[in-house]
């Protein structure tokens, strides 16, 4: 058994952050940052909550999918950080879009949550524990950047996508590596004021290593894409589309260099969402399901990367 994707829907904060909006209180302009990262503009938060842009993302897929809330028996909920630490993100949205489902879960697993979550959901339905599954990502980086380093806070924005899976005969192939570690991309815990604990020094803002990360991410989409494709008997010339977790264009360009296909098959959204972690590929997914561009029977891989380090890829066939 596998799964179908039946539905599709995505949320973003209405306020948009330019990069010329950018160069007014950084040493920065638009040709530095659209030249570095492709990215022009980004959502952001302003009176919004986390858990009302993944409620609407939420509602969206599951209209998309043409069924009711009553239908799905299983959230994943992929996030960072929701608007609190107790109780889960997952258990909030279900309450807010009227869920019962009684199988609820959050996920932190950042840049990769989305085919991490999308491998959970895939072993409940195979395992006969769940019939259709909501999957939400859910990030609100605008929190979590240090607003004054122009390396890291230019590259993020804000934001939710959420598809419903129905158990099918769509059978998925989905690989997840993890490689450990935190120093080329770490957030900081909060310590709190206990009398007792050790204070240490530094920031407590999202850190990362650019340049490590830059390899890391080429290296592990290219190796993991052929593998699921060799795993499967094709090649890249059967796939339509190649949907990149959106951090940064001259990644995702020069991973397709590397796979030696065209700009076509490796559409992008990062210009105008910047890096939305987890949420990145679900509403990128959902811009090309609402746009008409998916066709029944398209073959489809997701590939992302991101802390811990971690990574992750996933085969499918498209099917609604």
């Known amino acids: 058994m596998g799964f179908s994707i039946i539905g599709t829907g995505k949320s973003v904060p209405g306020h948009v952050v330019t990069n010329e909006m950018l160069s007014r209180f950084l040493e920065t302009n638009d040709e530095w940052i659209s030249s570095r990262t492709g990215i022009k503009n980004r959502n952001v938060i302003t009176d919004e909550t986390l858990l009302g842009l993944a409620s609407e993302a939420a509602e969206a897929a599951v209209s998309d999918a043409g069924i009711s809330v009553a239908d799905i028996d299983m959230i994943v909920v992929s996030t960072l950080q929701g608007d609190f630490v107790s109780p889960a993100l997952s258990c909030l949205v279900a309450q807010k879009i009227g869920s019962s489902a009684d199988k609820v879960f959050d996920i932190n697993m950042g840049c990769c949550g989305f085919v991490f979550a999308l ?33 890291t806070c230019v590259l993020f924005g804000d934001g939710a996508g959420a598809v419903v899976l129905k158990k099918s005969d769509n059978k998925a192939e989905i690989i997840t590596k993890i490689e450990g570690g935190y120093e080329n991309l770490y957030i900081p815990g909060r310590m709190g004021n206990s009398p007792y604990a050790v204070k240490k020094d530094g920031s407590e803002y999202l850190a990362m290593n650019g340049r490590e990360i830059f390899k890391f991410a080429v290296s592990s989409i290219v190796e993991d894409i052929g593998t699921v494709l060799e795993n499967n008997s094709l090649s890249c010339e059967d796939v339509s589309y190649f949907l990149l977790h959106q951090a940064n264009l001259r990644i995702i360009n020069f991973s397709r260099q590397r796979l030696g296909q065209p700009e076509e098959k490796f559409p992008h959204n990062v210009e105008n969402y910047g890096n ?45």
Request: hydrophobic share 45%.
């Open 119 to 151: 491998d959970l959901a895939d072993t409940y339905l195979s395992a006969g524990k769940a019939e259709c599954v909501l999957v939400v990502c859910a990030e609100s980086l605008s929190k979590l950047v240090d607003w004054t380093d122009r390396s």
């Open 276 to 320: 939305t972690s987890s949420a990145s590929i679900p509403i990128l997914l959902d811009d090309l399901n609402k746009q008409g561009m998916l066709k029944k029977d398209d073959l489809i891989v997701f590939s992302a990367f991101g802390a811990g380090l971690a990574r992750g890829t996933c085969l499918i066939k498209w099917g609604r």
